[in-house]
């Protein structure tokens, strides 16, 4: 027990130092991710003149809310582990007795770490900018935010970590990874919150992954109407068939794994 | 005329280079479809509380994301393909070469290399403004007009990517500011006036994305207005001029590696 808790603690301590070494990057990141504050702009001029769904403020705070999921939920295992595997570097992780999964998925914690005084920064800016847009969640609607959130970080990392193992049979997995991006980028609920989408188009989105990455953790955080226990089984579902899937591939992709230029 | 014929050049080779990767471009019109049916779909949602957006119809609102698919078809093809680069030529010092060759150093960087991913976006946004356009019972003379207002918003985006290149004389890992730019482009789907006043400011002026899409297209529209084209026109010769003394400031700095 102790033993574990001394690895994971080397873990985190060695990839945060890590992780500091890219603040420059992770800013530029973080900027990169503004775009879901260009569709706030539009989606609450929209909102403010016609008949939707959700109020302009209520659509404002639906933006904001979705840029603090994405920030909250980045990953980016795939393009890690398709250089491990096309360079070979996957060999001496293979030979330490921990799965080398442990690595990124502390890589990627600390990143969040990295990240938060930045985001904080640029959170209390966008505020002051836009006060009228300011508020605090319930005590109850942000601890199940908080949950979603970190349910849809887990179940993104499992699709992006379970695309990876593609790699083992193919240099272009990315590619998958890509057209995987473009239905998220349109279900997720990142252009617009699913209570603007067509009645049979939401109802369809919903039973996929993709509005759990981005809507329900949304929508907890603005305080909108959500069925909770129907989200989270759903999206549960979703975790237990992409990481049975993942383990599947990455026994079958080991031993197809040639270890290139080892 | 040595210049055109460089470019002729250029063009072949890197055509001639392309097609040894036949799936990429499989790949690439695929992605392309898809993300203009995401497009498509995404507007759509905002005619379903609203007959207009920010006061253009549907079919005048496709026309901005035709010029919007039309310029990632640029990016894509033209300056990434080429400006990108400039940052490893500057890792590994190979940039003496450029610079050694008997042609301009800032027309050999942006006109090198013509990437084949960007063609399904310029198709389909060619397409999109054409049936639109169609739609809306446009004439040629229309489509003409729309041209010159296209080459400013295309001489302004070239000018700001081009001097985000050259700043990695100084800094090495450009690649992330690229990254912000592109993403703060995305704004060039909308119509300028379907934002509020505080990003309507932002993208007129300090982004100019207001220039790139919503100006062709309102010019197209035949609603094109004297002020706004004046500025899309000084805009683009006062970037160019910045754009041209800021790479011969840059290359001032520049050591070379290894030496």
């Known amino acids: 027990m102790t033993m574990l808790v001394h690895k994971i603690r080397t873990f985190l301590s060695v990839y945060y130092a890590h992780m500091l070494e890219y603040r420059a990057e992770i800013v530029f990141w973080m900027l990169a991710g503004l775009f879901p504050f260009i569709l706030m702009g539009v989606w609450m001029e929209a909102g403010a003149k016609g008949q939707f769904a959700l109020s302009a403020v209520d659509l404002g705070r639906y933006f904001v809310a979705v840029f603090i999921v994405r920030q909250m939920s980045v990953v980016w295992v795939i393009w890690e582990f398709e250089r491990q595997v096309v360079e070979g570097r996957l060999s001496p992780f293979l030979l330490q007795p921990i799965d080398p999964v442990w690595r990124h998925v502390a890589g990627h914690l600390c990143e969040r770490l990295a990240r938060a005084p930045f985001f904080v920064a640029l959170l209390t800016a966008f505020f002051l900018f836009q006060p009228d847009l300011f508020w605090l969640p319930s005590f109850q609607n942000g601890i199940a935010a908080l949950a979603a959130m970190v349910c849809a970080f887990v179940l993104r990392f499992l699709i992006q970590y379970t695309f990876a193992m593609l790699c083992f049979w193919t240099e272009r997995a990315s590619a998958v990874q890509e057209f995987w991006f473009l239905l998220y980028l349109f279900l997720s609920g990142l252009i617009a919150p699913l209570d603007v989408f067509p009645e049979e188009m939401r109802d369809f989105a919903l039973w996929t992954p993709f509005p759990y990455l981005v809507n329900f953790p949304a929508r907890l955080l603005v305080g909108l109407e959500t069925d909770l226990l129907r989200s989270f089984m759903i999206l549960g579902a979703w975790m237990v068939v992409f990481f049975v899937l993942n383990r599947l591939l990455w026994r079958l992709g080991l031993r197809q794994y040639s270890g290139m230029g080892a | ?93 190979t940039l003496d070469f450029v610079l050694l060759k008997p042609v301009d150093s800032q027309f050999w960087l942006s006109t090198r290399a013509f990437s084949l991913w960007g063609i399904p976006d310029l198709l389909l946004g060619t397409f999109i403004i054409g049936l639109a356009g169609t739609r809306l019972g446009l004439g040629p003379l229309d489509y003409l007009s729309a041209l010159f207002p296209l080459l400013c918003g295309l001489v302004t985006l070239y000018s700001l990517w081009f001097m985000l290149g050259a700043t990695s004389i100084w800094f090495v890992k450009v690649y992330n500011v690229t990254e912000v730019l592109r993403k703060t482009l995305e704004a060039g789907r909308f119509p300028i006036t379907a934002f509020p006043a505080a990003w309507r400011i932002f993208f007129t002026y300090v982004v100019p994305v207001a220039f790139m899409t919503s100006v062709p297209a309102e010019t197209l529209l035949g609603r094109g207005s004297a002020p706004w084209l004046l500025g899309a026109i000084v805009l683009a010769a006062t970037l160019s001029v910045i754009a041209r003394s800021f790479w011969h400031f840059a290359l001032r700095f520049y050591t070379s590696a290894s030496s």
């Open chain 2, 1 to 93: 005329m040595k210049y055109l014929r460089l470019l002729r050049l250029f063009l072949s080779t890197s055509i001639q280079a392309e097609m040894e990767y036949r799936l990429n471009f499989v790949i690439a019109a695929l992605s392309s479809i898809g993300g203009l049916a995401g497009s498509l779909f995404g507007l759509s949602l905002f005619y379903r509380g609203n007959d207009v957006l920010g006061g253009w119809v549907w079919d005048e609102a496709l026309v901005v994301l035709g010029f919007f698919t039309l310029l990632q078809g640029v990016s894509a093809s033209f300056l990434s393909a080429n400006l990108s680069k400039i940052v490893g030529y500057v890792q590994m010092g």
